[in-house]
């Protein structure tokens, strides 16, 4: 987990865990945050950045070859965080 000036960044999970990225997308809805412009998303996340606007703020899904991270706001990161852990 990195908390800087932005907000905080957490590795999710890897490339290849299709079940933790579909709780991701799961905790990113249950919050209310649907992905920018429309965009549709299957699984795995394609590479490449995902943005998803909340009703508090803008998350950001970054995913490469090695694996998944989310960025957000403090609070919003951990609100998706405690909706997985609960899941």
Do not use: N, Y
């Not at 990225?21 to 209310?32: M, N």
């Not at 990161?77 to 852990?85: E, P």
């Amino acid at each position: 987990m990195l908390v800087g000036e932005a907000g905080m960044r957490v590795d999710i999970c890897s490339r290849e865990d299709m079940e933790t990225q579909a709780l991701l997308l799961q905790a990113l809805a249950e919050i209310g945050a649907i992905p920018d412009q429309g965009a549709i998303l299957d699984l795995p996340l394609g590479q490449g950045l995902h943005r998803f606007i909340a009703p508090d703020g803008m998350l950001t899904v970054f995913a490469d070859a090695w694996g998944v991270d989310l960025e957000g706001p403090d609070d919003l990161v951990q609100r998706v965080q405690m909706a997985m852990a609960k899941a």
